[in-house]
């Protein structure tokens, strides 16, 4: 492999523009997980708030 994409930086990967520069840091097993970590901490903040904002305006959507 040339490269690796860690799963918590796979979100801002795939919105890249064709051509855009993309600079890689050699990480350890231990801060991919952490980075990890962080990531779905702030995804489930992020889908917390928008269920909050659907329930309070009394749109019951199912958000998974």
């Given at each position: 492999k040339i490269a690796?994409?860690?799963t918590a930086?796979?979100?801002?990967?795939i919105?890249?523009?064709?051509g855009s520069?993309?600079?890689?840091?050699?990480?350890?097993?231990?801060?991919?997980e952490?980075a990890f970590?962080?990531?779905?901490?702030f995804?489930?903040?992020?889908i917390?708030?928008?269920?909050n904002?659907?329930y309070?305006?009394?749109?019951?959507?199912?958000i998974?």
């Amino acid at each position: 492999k040339i490269a690796h994409i860690i799963t918590a930086d796979y979100d801002r990967f795939i919105q890249k523009q064709p051509g855009s520069e993309i600079i890689f840091k050699i990480v350890t097993d231990a801060e991919a997980e952490e980075a990890f970590e962080e990531y779905l901490n702030f995804k489930n903040s992020f889908i917390y708030m928008f269920k909050n904002i659907f329930y309070s305006r009394g749109n019951f959507m199912s958000i998974n």
